[in-house]
């Protein structure tokens, strides 16, 4: 059998546990660990000399959840029968109920995260103390990729902690600090590092206790008055209250766990634990969890890995970076690649211009210091990587430049070449351009292959996404450095091919589109925003518009207007798009656009509005509204699709959600696509088509996937 866990046993009848999975980086939940502890729990359980047992870690982590391919071979097997898949489902549940039960006293001694299965792991045993340490993470994030814990976190917590903050927990899906755990109730003790196995012996040798709070006569759980009283019922409605707000009820996840508690809390342990693998098994057959799981953990850990990298070019890292361009974009890459230990030269045409670039940075360090999650010297010496110049000569030495200048050909090309003069031979050039073809840029470059596009999406700080666009003469050397530097700023790249807007910028644009074109058929304007969230989009496409700024979508389509002459065809919204730029309602930055922007109150949407655009008699239903703002995503994913820009569906969906905010329980417009069936949603476009214009037309490529049978995900 693998030696997932070591094994040792003292002079004082104390056995240590190390968990340390072969081969891996962290440790995860496999096969291999849940058979080697299950024999280690029948030998503890038989043993007559045994006083008790730490659990720890061999590795910086303590354990994580499950592992990806175990999830991935689960959901593969989806189809099988519901009782043998909730056979499966039970078997972690009852593992540790048996370790719980063992009747040797169990301690966790937490050196490092216990996020998922690793905290459910802990909450099993009968003492925790966890490491002084605040990078240190514990919490259960499953609701985040469409699940509820599955062994026993929905049952020991709220009986551990109480209803109240167990519900947080389990409903957002954040993880806490040591600290935060402590006093939750939800640790014992929290120690120096150095002293945490000799605190848990400590426990085990002086009042070692190995029957769980729950397992002793006359237990009450810290749950006031009981979940049929009033106190608790007032908990449960703001619970349930705060799912709605936040979820729309588009997640089934959430709602599974309010009733796995409810119910569960009522019953003895054993019995809640039956109940929660119940709605385990009834979550992970579901496609919102099929669909979560595949995109935001299987697919987006390929993407973190680099699955797209050219394999034959050496790793690289970047030392020295040049930033063009001191703007919103500008100086955004400039703080997280100086977060990332880059040297960065940030140049704009005037001192004082580049120097407002580095206020930024400044601002969101003084905002991380204060709130304790960076140093003051860690501070300074992020803001000392940062040099602000208006001299394209402190190029010199640069491993890779990112132009962030004006969304124009002219001032692009003039900045390509100014840069190319200084930069070294070796050095890569990229563009964040976001509509831009790559390689109409790169002609006016004298090294085509080292150019390439690498688009970033505000804000820079907060979006984990990147886009790197390959152009037609783009080296494969290029593209690998792009994605090592992506990584080294730990974003998630995808990869696409150069076409005007990629990717994410014309699914984006078709969003807003819709939004525009909606207001131009009467809808209210409320109306069109809500719908959007209620689809599962963070923000409506007017709020959204205002964020990306009107007048760059105006320079925008000048400049596509410009390229494409005669071939140029108008939008269905663009009225819109010319009435707000005549008004000089350019958006959040000019603190009007679909919005106002009081100084001091909530933004809310400009009255005006309704008198340019007037609302008509009769206004559709939301699910009609929700269904066109969807749709049209995914329409323009498969017209990318059609024209090589995206080459893989994988991809289509990472970007979409990680890059845009798309409806997360879709898993993205693609999967989506698969989830309503090809065929189905090819007629229902077809429909669409029909009523609102062109623009829902289903492509050449989802009409042959329909006759064909095919789907985007086999």
Request: net charge positive; aromatic share 6%.
């Amino acid at each position: 059998m693998t030696e997932t866990i070591r094994t040792s046993i003292d002079s004082d009848h104390i056995a240590t546990w190390t968990i340390d999975i072969p081969d891996r980086s962290m440790n995860v939940f496999t096969p291999e660990f849940f058979a080697r502890l299950d024999v280690l729990i029948t030998e503890a359980a038989g043993s007559t000399t045994l006083k008790g047992v730490i659990i720890t870690s061999g590795k910086p982590v303590f354990l994580a959840g499950a592992d990806i391919k175990m999830l991935d071979q689960m959901m593969r097997q989806m189809g099988q029968d519901v009782a043998a898949m909730y056979e499966r489902c039970a078997g972690a549940n009852r593992l540790l109920r048996r370790l719980e039960t063992c009747g040797k006293p169990v301690v966790a001694a937490l050196n490092g995260t216990a996020m998922g299965g690793g905290l459910e792991t802990a909450l099993a045993c009968h003492y925790r103390v966890v490491a002084d340490d605040p990078r240190i993470q514990l919490g259960l994030p499953e609701v985040k990729i469409g699940l509820l814990p599955g062994a026993g976190g929905t049952q020991r917590l709220p009986r551990l902690i109480g209803l109240q903050p167990a519900l947080m927990l389990l409903v957002e899906g954040n993880g806490i600090s040591p600290r935060e755990a402590l006093k939750l109730g939800l640790v014992n003790q929290v120690v120096p590092a150095e002293q945490l196995l000799s605190a848990a012996k400590a426990w085990l040798l002086t009042a070692g206790d190995p029957v769980a709070p729950w397992d002793k006569k006359g237990f009450k759980a810290p749950i006031q008055t009981g979940l049929l009283g009033a106190s608790a019922s007032q908990v449960l409605m703001g619970a349930s209250a705060m799912v709605q707000q936040k979820t729309y009820y588009n997640y089934p996840a959430p709602k599974a766990i309010l009733s796995c508690v409810y119910e569960g809390c009522q019953v003895p342990i054993d019995v809640g634990l039956r109940i929660e693998s119940k709605y385990f098994t009834t979550l992970i057959r579901s496609p919102e969890a099929r669909n979560m799981i595949r995109t935001l953990f299987i697919n987006k850990g390929a993407a973190d890995k680099l699955s797209r990298r050219p394999v034959d070019v050496p790793p690289s890292k970047v030392g020295k970076l040049g930033l063009l361009g001191a703007g919103m974009m500008g100086s955004g890459i400039a703080y997280v690649s100086a977060a990332a230990g880059i040297e960065v030269v940030l140049l704009d045409r005037d001192l004082p211009a580049a120097e407002k670039g580095k206020g930024y940075s400044r601002g969101l360090v003084e905002k991380a210091v204060s709130r304790g999650k960076m140093s003051a010297a860690e501070g300074e010496a992020l803001l000392g990587r940062i040099r602000p110049t208006t001299d394209f000569a402190d190029l010199a030495g640069v491993d890779l430049v990112i132009e962030a200048v004006f969304e124009d050909r002219v001032v692009k090309a003039d900045a390509t070449a100014k840069a190319e003069v200084v930069m070294p031979k070796g050095s890569i050039f990229a563009s964040n351009t976001s509509t831009l073809p790559i390689t109409g840029l790169a002609e006016a470059s004298s090294r085509p292959k080292q150019f390439v596009g690498i688009h970033f999406f505000s804000p820079v700080d907060k979006m984990p996404l990147v886009e790197v666009i390959v152009g037609k003469k783009t080296g494969s050397e290029a593209l690998a450095r792009a994605l090592d530097y992506v990584r080294q700023i730990r974003k998630t790249p995808i990869v696409v091919n150069d076409g005007r807007g990629f990717l994410l910028s014309r699914v984006c644009g078709a969003y807003i589109n819709e939004g525009m074109s909606m207001l131009l058929e009467g809808v209210a304007p409320a109306l069109i925003e809500n719908a959007g969230r209620m689809a599962g989009m963070p923000v409506g496409p007017l709020a959204l518009h205002d964020e990306v700024a009107i007048d760059l979508s105006y320079h925008i389509r000048e400049q596509t207007k410009k390229d494409l002459g005669d071939k140029f065809k108008p939008a269905s919204g663009d009225h819109v798009l010319d009435v707000m730029v005549e008004l000089g309602r350019f958006g959040r930055k000019a603190k009007k656009g679909y919005y106002d922007y009081p100084e001091n109150g909530k933004k809310h949407l400009w009255p005006g509005l309704v008198e340019r655009f007037p609302v008509a008699k009769e206004q559709p239903s939301v699910e009609v509204l929700k269904k066109r703002l969807l749709y049209v995503h995914a329409l323009e994913t498969i017209r990318a699709m059609e024209d090589k820009v995206l080459t893989n569906a994988a991809e289509g969906d990472i970007g979409a959600i990680f890059g845009l905010g798309f409806a997360p329980y879709t898993g993205g417009p693609l999967s989506l696509v698969d989830t309503v069936g090809v065929a189905e949603f090819a007629a229902e476009c077809k429909a669409l088509g029909k009523k609102y214009g062109d623009r829902f037309a289903p492509p050449k490529l989802l009409r042959n996937m329909a006759l064909r049978g095919e789907k985007f995900y086999p």
